[in-house]
């Protein structure tokens, strides 16, 4: 029976493993073994990538992970606007124009996206990220104040639902100078339910 040789040690690594230290095959530098992450599958116990390097690694991936999301959007953001028009009234509503600005991002979900995304590429703790921490609380409270976060009409009881009705429409009429008994119908006209009670009975 023919044994085979065993292949022998290198005699650096034997220096190396001997001094403990080892060599980044990343940055070239012979480092102690503490400054390695730990690898069962490796003869000498660690990585082959000290821990820097590993960092730097991990964080140009992400950083490509990022841009790679950013170029997505940009190009959804350019296709969406090639497919707008022009025209629209020329005495717009505030909510007709909050409309078109939003529809080159893709609505109010694209629109986060992109914000969020604008986030992420900012440094942590940087002026943007904080601007843009300042600018949603800001949002929120006028949210808030303005009554809006309400809950979908889905999951509404009734109760709720008059009362929303109620209130928009004394918001209605208090903007529009028209009294309490002022109502708008569905063909967009203004009827007095005070006049309409007080017409005779054919």
């Known amino acids: 029976m023919v044994r085979r040789k065993q292949p022998s040690e290198d005699p650096i690594e034997a220096v190396e493993k001997a001094a403990g230290v080892k060599f980044c095959t990343s940055c070239g530098v012979r480092k102690s ?6 690898d069962e599958s490796k003869e000498d116990g660690h990585r082959d990538t000290c821990k ?9 991936k992400k950083q490509d992970r990022l841009d790679t ?11 969406t606007l090639a497919t707008l028009g022009s025209g629209g009234s020329f005495d717009p509503h505030i909510n007709e124009v909050f409309e078109a600005m939003l529809r080159p991002f893709g609505g109010v979900n694209g629109w986060a996206k992109n914000l969020f995304a604008t986030y992420l590429a900012c440094d942590p703790g940087s002026q943007k990220r904080v601007k843009i921490h300042d600018m949603m609380m800001q949002l929120a409270g006028k949210v808030t104040s303005l009554g809006l976060a309400e809950r979908q009409l889905e999951m509404m009881e009734e109760r709720d639902l008059l009362n929303v009705m109620r209130q928009h429409l004394v918001e209605y009429q208090e903007s529009n100078k028209l009294s309490s008994t002022a109502v708008p119908n569905l063909e967009g006209e203004v009827v007095d339910l005070k006049e309409v009670d007080d017409e005779p009975a054919e």
């Open 52 to 60: 820097e390097c590993r960092s730097k690694i991990n964080e140009q």
């Open 33 to 38: 073994l503490g400054e390695f992450h730990k």
């Open 69 to 79: 999301k950013l170029a997505e959007l940009e190009r959804e953001g350019l296709e």
